[in-house]
C-alpha cells in the first residue's frame, strides 16, 4: 500500500513562491516516477510536473521556467518549487506515483494520489 501525503500549500501574493512537499510512505517511490497535477476551481485536474526515478524532469508549458519538480529518494520525498506565482496558478496541488511505464513524454497517473493541498495566489 502506498500513502501520500502533500503539505507547503498557502495563500501567498503574486510573484511569491512556495514549497511543496510530498512524502511517499511505501517502497514504490524508489523506483518509480513521480508527478504533481493541479486541479483549479472548476477545472479539471492537469499535469504540472514529471520526475522520472533517475530525476529526468517534463513540465506543463505554463509553469515552465518557474516551477521546479525534485525528488529526495533518501527521505521518499518529491518537491516542487514555484516561483513568480501567478493567479491562474491558484488551485488543489496533488502528488502522485506514476504508473511503472509512465516516462516524461508520456505521464500515467497511477491510483495513488494523496488529498492535496491547497495554493492560494492574489493579485
Known amino acids: 500500500q502506498v500513502q501520500l501525503v502533500e503539505s507547503g500549500g498557502g495563500l501567498v501574493q503574486a510573484g511569491e513562491s512556495l514549497r511543496l512537499s510530498c512524502v511517499a510512505f511505501g517502497s514504490i517511490f524508489r523506483v518509480n516516477a513521480m508527478a504533481w497535477y493541479r486541479q483549479p476551481p472548476g477545472k479539471v485536474r492537469e499535469l504540472v510536473a514529471f520526475?522520472?526515478?533517475?530525476?529526468?524532469?517534463n513540465y506543463a508549458d505554463s509553469v515552465k521556467g518557474r516551477f521546479t519538480i525534485s525528488r529526495d529518494n533518501a527521505k521518499n520525498t518529491v518537491y516542487l518549487q514555484m516561483n513568480s506565482l501567478l493567479p491562474e496558478d491558484t488551485a488543489v496541488y496533488y502528488c502522485n506515483v506514476q504508473r511503472a511505464v509512465a516516462n516524461p513524454l508520456t505521464p500515467l497517473p497511477s491510483a495513488y494520489w494523496g488529498r492535496g493541498t491547497q495554493v492560494t495566489v492574489s493579485s
Open positions: 520526475i522520472s526515478s533517475d530525476g529526468v524532469t
